[in-house]
């Protein structure tokens, strides 16, 4: 069993930054990779990036790229999603999410077998 707590969302201006936090507990936390989903508003549930068990590679979908940063500190069980330069579209209820493997490169969430509860990130222009 895995537990995952997110923190850091909040109101933001476009062009400001936020650093997302999710603390993972139960199974031993750098044995899997981790991911960022995103869900706005009457949209379905969205890939955002992934890192692998090591911190070693990581992907992210298009719309974030150059400005999102996905890291982790496995002696915190701790991930992280830095986000700079917000846009409005990017207000949603962010979710971290555990994968059952090492490392993974799957955007659906079905991928992912623990869920956090979300956090949510408002961006005003």
């Known amino acids: 069993q895995v537990q995952l707590v997110e923190s850091g969302g909040g109101l933001v201006q476009a062009g400001g930054s936020l650093r997302l936090s999710c603390a993972g507990s139960g199974r031993t936390f750098s044995s899997f990779a981790m991911g960022w989903f995103r869900q706005a508003p009457g949209k379905e549930r969205e890939f955002v990036a992934v890192?692998?068990?090591?911190?070693?590679?990581?992907y992210y979908t298009d719309s974030v790229k150059g400005r999102f940063t996905i890291s982790r500190d496995n002696s915190e069980n701790t991930v992280y999603l830095q986000m700079n330069s917000l846009k409005p579209e990017d207000t949603a209820v962010y979710y971290c999410?555990?994968?059952?493997?090492?490392?993974?490169?799957?955007?659906?969430?079905?991928?992912?077998?623990?869920w956090g509860q979300g956090t949510r990130v408002t961006v005003v222009s």
């Open positions: 890192i692998n068990w090591s911190g070693g590679n990581t």
């Open positions: 999410a555990a994968s059952p493997y090492y490392e993974t490169s799957d955007p659906t969430p079905g991928g992912y077998n623990y």
